[in-house]
C-alpha cells in the first residue's frame, strides 16, 4: 500500500495489482519507461514524451486477451480504480502507458504485436488525447492516418487517401468513424468527470468547496 494511491482513494486490490510495476522514491512514484521515468507527487506529475512503454499485467503476450493503453500509468491506476469491476479477468490483462503522445516506433509495435487483441485506449478526454486514439487505432488496424490544422483552425484528418475535416471541439474517434464508414473495432473510455482519469480520482479525493 502506498500513501498517495491510499489519499487517493485507490482500494488495495487495484494497489497490489500495480505494485510491482512501480518504485517509489521520498514517497513520490516512480513509473520506468525505458530510459525515462513519469513522475508523480503529490505536487508535480511529469509524463515523459519519449522512451519505451511502461507495462503493468500480464507481460506474456501470447496470454494477454486484453490491453489497455494510456498515455500515463497513474491514468491505468485511476482507470481499474472505478472501472476494475468490469474486467472478467485481472490476469490475461495489459496496461501500457505511451507517455504524453505515442512515438512511431510504439504505434509500430502496436501494429506489430497487438493483433488480436481487444484494445481499449484511455487517453484524455481533449482534442490531443481523441486524435490520440484514431493515430492508435489505425496503427492498430495496419491502416495510418495523420491529423494537421488547416490555415482556418479545423483539424483535417488524411486517411485512405481522402482527407476529411472536422471542428476541433467535437471531433471523437466515433465521429471519425462515421465520416468516414470505418469501423476499427477499439474501444475508446472516457472519462465522466475531467479530463483525464487521474483528474477524476483527484476530485473525489479533493472535492472543491
Known amino acids: 500500500m502506498h500513501p498517495y494511491l491510499t489519499r487517493l482513494g485507490v482500494s488495495p486490490e487495484v494497489q497490489a495489482f500495480f505494485e510491482p510495476y512501480y518504485s517509489a522514491v521520498s514517497s513520490d512514484l516512480l513509473f520506468q519507461q525505458g530510459n525515462y521515468r513519469e513522475h508523480f507527487g503529490f505536487a508535480f506529475h511529469r509524463i515523459p514524451s519519449g522512451g519505451d512503454f511502461w507495462l503493468a499485467g500480464e507481460l506474456n503476450l501470447s496470454m494477454v486477451e486484453r490491453v489497455l493503453i ?22 490475461n490483462v495489459l496496461f501500457i502507458s505511451t507517455g504524453i503522445k505515442p512515438t512511431a516506433i510504439q504505434l509500430r509495435w ?19 488525447g481523441n486524435v490520440t486514439d484514431l493515430k492508435v487505432a489505425a496503427a492498430f488496424r495496419r491502416m495510418p492516418a495523420a491529423a494537421f490544422l488547416s490555415e482556418k483552425e479545423r483539424l ?33 473510455c472516457k472519462p465522466k468527470h475531467g479530463a483525464s482519469f487521474l483528474d477524476q480520482l483527484k476530485a473525489g479525493a479533493f472535492p472543491s468547496h
Not at 488524411?158 to 469501423?183: G, H, I, M, N, P
Open 70 to 91: 494510456s498515455n500515463s500509468a497513474m491514468d491505468a491506476i485511476a482507470f481499474l480504480h472505478f472501472f476494475g469491476h468490469s474486467l472478467a479477468d485481472w490476469e
Open 110 to 128: 502496436i501494429r506489430d504485436q497487438l493483433g488480436g487483441k481487444h484494445l481499449t485506449l484511455l487517453f484524455p478526454a481533449d482534442l490531443p
Open 156 to 188: 483535417n484528418i488524411c486517411f485512405r487517401a481522402k482527407v476529411y475535416e472536422f471542428d476541433q471541439q467535437t471531433f471523437t474517434l466515433s465521429a471519425f468513424e462515421r465520416a468516414s464508414a470505418y469501423r476499427f473495432k477499439v474501444a475508446s
